[in-house]
């Protein structure tokens, strides 16, 4: 087998892997919780511990990788990847469970970190249309399938088995990886940013804590204020590190590509909606409705294939439609099916939410492969590095901000609705302890100090209660893919994209040094980034 496609298997291999726990953890965290005794935050932690050390070393470790080779740096990040996951497998409590999944968070920034990168040296550029279709379609059923594979293991095993199975995955991976893939680096010698890794993966995490305490601690108290003023003055300072330091974590030339751009807004929007938006959905079939794991993994089948198919697709088209007709429509379809999925009834079908699944898993499967190949295809081949870690760190930006956004905002509409439901009744005088304390995921608890004939006056009202404040997530969540949408469709432009195969006076040779502009006359001229075409 040509290399080129070894490499394209343990790249495919390794980000199936670590993408998989980005949302194969949602069914097991009902037992989850069960098991070890956390509340909702709790569990909002598990996810964001992982996307947040994700997104916070993806930069960094794209540097590393460019400096002391992609190769070694990525099997690295399997090995890392496997010894966190073994590590949330074993976990006794969930204090110890997050620590893990940080751990993991740090293999698979490691990983995402480079794997752009090195299809973009194994493959020609005009081969790239199906090794990104095919790595497109690996990104987004992985997180897809999270949910189907997470239910089978739960049910039939435990949730430790959600972890345990990446280690025979991850030894495959990396025998791959030592055997097929060819080692790169970029040209030259640069110095690794440690200010402004630093400054910056301590802004993502104030704004995610803040973010996570706003329910529970509210938005003027001194926890969640100073973690979202601490968070903005940090991400001031990073923004100055990165203006003066030699060599920054973000090339700033690369910001004021409109499509680079328009591909950074697509990546967190495509995470902070539909894919954040899933973890509710899961809770919502499993403690609302009350399906097994497997039987809420099972009825995530429609969204999964239908992503698989369209994926397919539109890494066919990716070499024959421009990007931005594949990334603004697919978002407009996610925006439309998470506002199908509203209208939730707790004693209804799960049924409802088929129409959703269907039109949000076509619009998700458009945009991934056509988004792979914006991340890389506006810059030289050498600096791919570093443009694939920022798409990719936007990517999981959406979802810790994401799912804790929305967190935040389930928690309160949930707890308003239900202490709205008791209030005027016999449990009135405890109507709010009872509303936070549902919110809260604190349900056994709660039903074992109401007396015995309330206590399905007061489940319904949870129930119902969950229902209405999902609709409204499902609505922000719409808002933002549509919002997203429309803005990454007017960024992206294909003049952007670079083609190393042209000549450095040909109209088609564009680099992070000279965007396409057009002239209020409507004639095109070569612009330096920075200036401005009166």
Known sequence: MPRKWLTLAAVCTGVFMLLLDVTIVNVALPDIQRDLGSSLAGLQWVIDAYALTLAALLL?????????????????????????????????????LVAARAVQGVGGAIMFATSLALLAQAFAPKERGVAFGVFGAVTGVSVAVGPVLGGVLTTGLSWHWIFYVNIPVGIAALAVTYFGVDESKAPGTRRIDWLGCVSFSAALAFLVFGLIRSHADGWGSSTVAGSLIAAAVLLVAFVVVERMVADPMIDGALLRVPTFNGGLIAAWAVS????????????????????????????????????????????????????????????????????????TDPTGSWTQLVPGFVVAGVGTGLINPPLASTAVGVVEQERAGMASGINSTFRQIGIATGVAVLGSVLASHFADTVASALTGGPLSARAREIGDAVADGNMAGVLGTVPGPLRA?????????????????????????????????????????????????????????????????????????GKTVN
């Open 457 to 529: 006056g007061v489940a319904r009202a949870a129930a119902q209660g969950y229902a209405d404040a999902l609709d409204r997530v499902l609505l922000i969540a719409a808002v933002v893919a549509l919002v997203a949408g429309l803005i990454a469709a007017a960024l992206i432009r294909s003049r952007d994209f670079h083609d190393p195969d042209a000549s450095p006076d040909s109209d088609t040779a564009v680099d992070t040094h000279t965007v396409r502009a057009e002239h209020d006359a409507g004639a095109a001229q070569d612009v330096p980034i």
């Open 60 to 96: 960094t470790a794209g540097t590393i990788a460019d400096i002391i080779g992609r190769k070694l740096v990525f099997a690295s990040g399997i090995v890392v990847f496997t010894i966190g996951s073994l590590a949330c497998g074993l976990a006794p409590t969930i204090e110890i």
């Open 272 to 343: 902070a909606s539909i894919f954040s938006a899933l973890t509710y959905l899961v809770i919502y079939l499993q403690t609302i409705m009350g399906y097994s794991a497997l039987e809420a993994g099972l009825r995530f089948l429609p969204f999964s294939a239908v992503v698989f198919v369209a994926a397919a697709v539109a890494g066919r088209l990716s070499d024959l439609v421009p990007v931005r007709w594949l990334i603004g429509p697919g978002f407009v379809l996610v925006a439309a099916g998470l506002w199908l999925m509203r209208g």
